[in-house]
C-alpha cells in the first residue's frame, strides 16, 4: 500500500468536466493510487464524455439544482458501492453571460442560482451522503484563493461563503462521527470553466508573475492537495481552507511587478 493510504477506496467525483478540470486530474491521480472512483454529471449527455475519460467507471446523473437527482443520490451510489470514502465537491457556476458587472448590479437570481450549485449543494449533498459515508471519510471542496479578484464578479464572495460553510459541515459531521470536511482554495488555473470569466487570462499572467517561483500554478499540484486531503494521511486536518498558490498570496508586492507598474505611470 502507498503512503497515501487509498488503495481499494471508493469517492464519488462531482465536477468532471473534461481533461483540463481539477476534478479529472484528482480522479486520475487517486485512481493510478488503487482507489475506486464513481462520478456524477449534470446531465445524460455529458455521460460518455466521462466514460471516456475513465471507461468501465459509474457515471450518475445528479443535478444539484433538482431535489429528486439529490434524493435518489444515495441509492444510484449504493448500485455501485455500499460505502464510500469521500467525496470531491469540485462544482462550480456563475451566469457571466452579460459579461461581469459590478458587484452592486448583481442580479438576485443570478446569485441564489449560483450560491446553490456553488456552495450550498454541498450540504445538500452532505446531508443525502452521510449514512453512505465510513466514519472516517473526507469530503473537499474546491474553493479559490483569497485574490478577491474583480473579474470573478459575484462569484468570490459566494466562494468566500463555501469556505465559511466548510467548518460549519465539519461541526454536524463530529457530533456523529470522524468526518472531515476540507476545501482547497487554488489559485489561478489553466481550466475550461475559468476561461469562461471574463478577463481571466490577465489574471492568470498576473497570478503566474506573482508566484514566487515565476512559474504558474498546475492543476495537477491542486489535484495533489486534494487528494491528500482524501487520504487517511490528513486525518489531522479539519475544517480548514488549503491555499496552494505557488506562494502567489504572500507576494502582492513583488518588486519587479511594483517597477513595472510604476514605470508604465
Known amino acids: 500500500m502507498g503512503f497515501l493510504g487509498l488503495q481499494d477506496k471508493t469517492f464519488l467525483i462531482m465536477g468532471v468536466a473534461n481533461k483540463k478540470s481539477v476534478a479529472y486530474?484528482?480522479?486520475k491521480t487517486l485512481i493510478e493510487n488503487g482507489a475506486k472512483c464513481i462520478f456524477t454529471v449534470q446531465n445524460a449527455s455529458q455521460i460518455d464524455g466521462v466514460k471516456k475519460l475513465f471507461p468501465d467507471t459509474p457515471v450518475l446523473v445528479c443535478d444539484v439544482e433538482k431535489k429528486d437527482h439529490l434524493l435518489k443520490l444515495p441509492e444510484e451510489i449504493q448500485k455501485n458501492s455500499p460505502r464510500i470514502d469521500g467525496v470531491l465537491h469540485s462544482l462550480a457556476f456563475a451566469n457571466f453571460s452579460e459579461g461581469v458587472k459590478p458587484f452592486i448590479d448583481t442580479n438576485r437570481e443570478d446569485y441564489l442560482q449560483a450560491a446553490q450549485i456553488s456552495c450550498f449543494s454541498l450540504v445538500e449533498v452532505s446531508k443525502q451522503l452521510k449514512n453512505l459515508l465510513t466514519s472516517d471519510a473526507s469530503i473537499v471542496t474546491v474553493s479559490i484563493s483569497n485574490?478577491?479578484?474583480?473579474?470573478?464578479?459575484?462569484?468570490?464572495?459566494?466562494?468566500?461563503?463555501?469556505?465559511?460553510?466548510?467548518?460549519?459541515?465539519?461541526?454536524?459531521?463530529?457530533?456523529?462521527?470522524?468526518?472531515?470536511?476540507?476545501?482547497?482554495?487554488?489559485?489561478?488555473?489553466?481550466?475550461?470553466?475559468?476561461?469562461?470569466?471574463?478577463?481571466?487570462?490577465?489574471?492568470?499572467?498576473?497570478?503566474?508573475?506573482?508566484?514566487?517561483?515565476?512559474?504558474?500554478?498546475?492543476?495537477?499540484?491542486?489535484?495533489?492537495?486534494?487528494?491528500?486531503?482524501?487520504?487517511?494521511?490528513?486525518?489531522?486536518?479539519?475544517?480548514?481552507?488549503?491555499?496552494?498558490d505557488a506562494g502567489m498570496s504572500s507576494n502582492y508586492f513583488d518588486q519587479n511587478v511594483v517597477k513595472t507598474f510604476t514605470k508604465n505611470k
Do not use: H
Not at 206 to 219: D, F, I
Open 147 to 244: 485574490t478577491k479578484a474583480t473579474s470573478y464578479g459575484y462569484l468570490g464572495p459566494i466562494k468566500a461563503m463555501l469556505d465559511a460553510t466548510v467548518p460549519f459541515l465539519a461541526k454536524s459531521f463530529s457530533e456523529f462521527s470522524k468526518i472531515r470536511v476540507n476545501a482547497v482554495g487554488a489559485g489561478p488555473l489553466k481550466t475550461s470553466a475559468s476561461a469562461g470569466i471574463p478577463d481571466y487570462i490577465d489574471n492568470y499572467l498576473y497570478a503566474e508573475e506573482l508566484t514566487l517561483r515565476k512559474v504558474a500554478l498546475e492543476t495537477q499540484e491542486v489535484a495533489n492537495t486534494i487528494c491528500f486531503l482524501l487520504s487517511p494521511r490528513s486525518s489531522g486536518i479539519n475544517a480548514s481552507t488549503i491555499i496552494v
Open 25 to 27: 486530474y484528482s480522479a
